[in-house]
């Protein structure tokens, strides 16, 4: 049974540069019916945040900030921490648990972004798979 992160992440990662304008990530999040994108700080260094609509609920509208006027780079989180695509879904659970996160990028072994792991995907393997100590 297909119980590691590879086997469930997204793919292709959407990705947003961090100068653009959060209206622009929210039509594209809206588009492709996401709730969150990867910003490429470095493709050298392999450095990525994270935009999520948690983000815009907090720092756009709650506080009744323009999001037209607003850059990803100012509300977004980062560096995020990566998941290994060869990870349990049980250990990504407790990564993300451990951080307080629902979405991790998935990075292979030289840092390239290679998927998005989301808390929805883990419900989905739930569901569609069980669940136990294996998973």
Not at 10 to 36: C, E, Q
Not at 102 to 123: E, K, N, Q, R
């Amino acid at each position: 049974m297909p119980t590691q992160v590879r086997d469930w992440m997204s793919k292709p990662v959407v990705v947003v540069d961090p100068d653009s304008s959060v209206s622009y990530a929210l039509t594209l999040m809206r588009r492709r019916n996401i709730h969150s994108l990867v910003v490429n700080l470095d493709d050298r260094s392999h450095t990525y945040g994270i935009l999520t609509t948690t983000d815009i609920r907090d720092k756009i509208i709650a506080e009744g900030r323009n999001p037209a006027e607003t850059s990803v780079r100012e509300i977004m989180t980062a560096p995020v921490i990566t998941a290994n695509p060869q990870w349990t879904l049980r250990e990504c659970s407790i990564h993300m648990q451990k951080n307080r996160i629902h979405h991790m990028p998935v990075a292979d072994g030289f840092g390239a972004l290679i998927g998005l792991i989301s808390a929805t995907d883990l419900f989905r393997a739930a569901e569609e798979i069980g669940w136990g100590q294996e998973t």
